[in-house]
Every structure is written in C-alpha cells, then in structure tokens.
C-alpha cells in the first residue's frame, strides 16, 4: 500500500477541500499528516487519515529542524498545501518537504490543483520567490526615493487650498 504525508501548512478550513481531491488522487493509500501541536485534536477529526505526525518545534517548518519521528520513514508521497494558486510564500515548507524521504513531492494549492515537482524544482521555487522578494524590495525603495522629497511639497500646495 502507497504511504503519502500530507505536511499541514494551511489552515484547516483549505485543508477540508484539498483532502477531498488528495483522497480522489490517492484511492488506494495510507495518508498520513504532519501538524504542529496545536492542530493535533482537529487533525483527529479526520476518519481517513491514517496517522497524525506532530512537528515537535514552534514556529514555521524549517529545513534545518527535521522531525526525528520520521527520519527512518519513507513515503511514496509527500504533499504540501498551499494557499494561492503559485505557492509562493511556502518556500519554508518546500525546504522542509526535502528532509523527509520521499520518491515524490506534490504542491496542492488552493484550488486542490495537485502538481508533482522535483527536488531541483523545490530550489527553483525558492529561488524564484527570493528574487521576487528582492525586486519588490528594490522597487520599493526606488518608489520611495522618488516619492518622499515631492511629498512634502504636495502637503504645501494641499495645506494652501484649505
């Protein structure tokens, strides 16, 4: 029988729809959730979830704090959720998916689009929302060096209509 993890970096509402297309994709499979301790009760809910897995750190999931729980596990897949259509903004939880064996990684997003990618692709995610994060940064800060010495001679011209 096929072993798939299901990593919950959604919320639990998201979550409820994509198990319905993880479980349409996925007859014939064990699945399984990795969830930080505060979503274990609500991961109960779940008749069809085979086991529920505690990420045992606070915070987001990192690459460089794997769960020891899972280290001699292997899984035929490992799912990670996200709440837009890209996945951006996962880059940690992509990471992370790459500390747990596995033969593939899937993204579902929030339309339940399930779409398999590789390790290379992983890094291709993160680097990729590493340079959108430094442009939109850049262009902020050029927007901001045009925009902050006119406005004060905006507030001028609008105090002098009043």
């Known amino acids: 029988m096929q072993e798939v993890l299901i990593i919950r970096s959604v919320s639990f509402q998201q979550l409820d729809?994509?198990?319905?297309?993880?479980?349409?994709?996925?007859?014939?499979?064990?699945?399984?959730?990795?969830?930080?301790?505060?979503?274990?009760?609500?991961?109960?809910?779940?008749?069809?979830?085979?086991?529920?897995?505690?990420?045992?750190?606070q915070g987001s999931f990192s690459y460089g704090k794997p769960v020891k729980e899972l280290e001699n596990r292997d899984f035929d897949t490992v799912i990670i959720p996200v709440t837009n259509i890209s996945g951006a903004g996962f880059s940690n939880v992509c990471l992370f998916a790459l500390t747990i064996k596995a033969k593939k990684y899937v993204i579902c997003n929030m339309v339940s689009d399930l779409r398999e990618i590789s390790r290379a692709g992983v890094f291709a995610v993160v680097a990729k929302n590493?340079?959108?994060?430094?442009?939109?940064?850049?262009?902020?800060v050029l927007i901001g060096v045009v925009v902050l010495p006119i406005l004060p001679l905006l507030l001028r011209s609008l105090e002098k209509r009043m």
């Open 17 to 57: 729809k994509n198990i319905k297309a993880i479980r349409e994709k996925y007859r014939n499979c064990r699945i399984s959730l990795l969830t930080h301790e505060h979503g274990v009760k609500l991961a109960e809910k779940y008749k069809n979830i085979y086991r529920v897995y505690v990420y045992p750190y």
């Open 130 to 140: 590493a340079v959108i994060s430094v442009l939109a940064s850049l262009f902020t």
